[in-house]
């Protein structure tokens, strides 16, 4: 049984219009809330730029909530720009379904894989986890894992699910011998 782990590198760019030069992409840059108070109720909103023309936006995590309805560590990790809650902001589905944007994980993401022994018996049992919720199709994980061609994959493995439809949750799958 081989282990690969699907990490995330860097943060996703977002696929998104700008407002003023209609670029396509943005970035969250070094990963930045807003935290405004008014009263008793808190704004929250996650700083983005534009990758062509660097204008920020904001999108809005949340909205006049009651200040008592934090859990003071996640209050404390938006005054403090929490990288792990810049990216659990900005992998939530309803985030981006609000704000009309998608994420581009393109160069954002490796697999480590252990090294196959070339007397390895075969076939093979590999089980693929994923430390982030990287969205990757299956065929083309496998083929960057193994070293083919994505026909080949199709050939060799045996899985139980499809490989050609993009997943972020852990599979497992069979290598078979070489032709």
């Keep these: 049984m081989l282990p690969w782990v699907v990490r995330r590198t860097r943060l ?8 003023d030069c209609r670029g396509d992409s943005a970035t969250t840059g070094r ?8 009263g008793k109720l808190l704004d929250v909103w996650l700083l983005v730029n534009c990758v062509s023309c660097d204008r ?13 309805s934090f859990d003071p560590a ?8 929490d990288p792990e809650l810049v990216a659990a902001a900005l992998v939530d589905p309803l985030l981006a379904r ?12 490796r ?6 022994r070339p007397d390895a018996a075969w076939p093979v049992r590999v089980e693929v986890a994923f430390a982030d919720p990287v969205p990757v199709r299956p065929d ?6 193994l070293g083919l061609s994505r026909n080949a994959v199709l050939r060799r493995t045996k899985c139980a699910g499809s490989l050609r439809r993009p997943t972020s949750t852990g599979f497992a799958f069979t290598v078979l011998a070489g032709d």
Excluded at 74 to 81: D, I, M
């Design 12 to 19: 996703p760019l977002l696929a998104m219009r700008c407002v």
């Design 140 to 145: 083309r994980l496998i083929a960057q894992g």
């Design 74 to 81: 996640e209050l404390h990790g938006y005054h403090v720009n």
């Design 56 to 68: 920020t936006s904001k999108l809005t995590v949340h909205e006049r909530a009651a200040v008592g």
């Design 31 to 38: 990963g930045r809330f807003r935290v405004n108070g008014n």
């Design 111 to 116: 697999l480590e894989t252990p090294p196959v």
């Design 98 to 109: 609000r704000h009309h944007f998608t994420l581009d994980w393109t160069g954002a993401w």
